[in-house]
């Protein structure tokens, strides 16, 4: 599967945010954030975080509406992010 075993799903229900790791356990320091354009039909606010020209991760605002519920329901909780 190459590099797929990296990409990882944090939860949190209490706050609905939902974060995709693309690159390992931690995201790396010195990363920049951006807040995508979504549609206006679309219930989340989504923000990617990229470093060195690679893109990190995305952090999902309003998840429950805006993700499959399988995804959540394979998310763990999160950790080990600061």
Wanted: proline share 11%; with cysteine; net charge negative.
């Amino acid at each position: 599967m190459g590099h797929h075993e990296q990409v990882r799903i944090e939860y949190d229900p209490e706050t609905d945010v939902a974060y995709v790791y693309l690159t390992g356990a931690q995201l790396p320091p010195g990363r920049q954030s951006i807040e995508l354009e979504t549609p206006p039909d679309c219930p989340a606010t989504v923000v990617m975080d990229w470093k060195g020209g690679k893109i990190a991760g995305f952090e999902v605002l309003g998840a429950s509406a805006s993700l499959h519920p399988d995804l959540i329901a394979q998310a763990t909780p999160p950790g080990g992010r600061q």
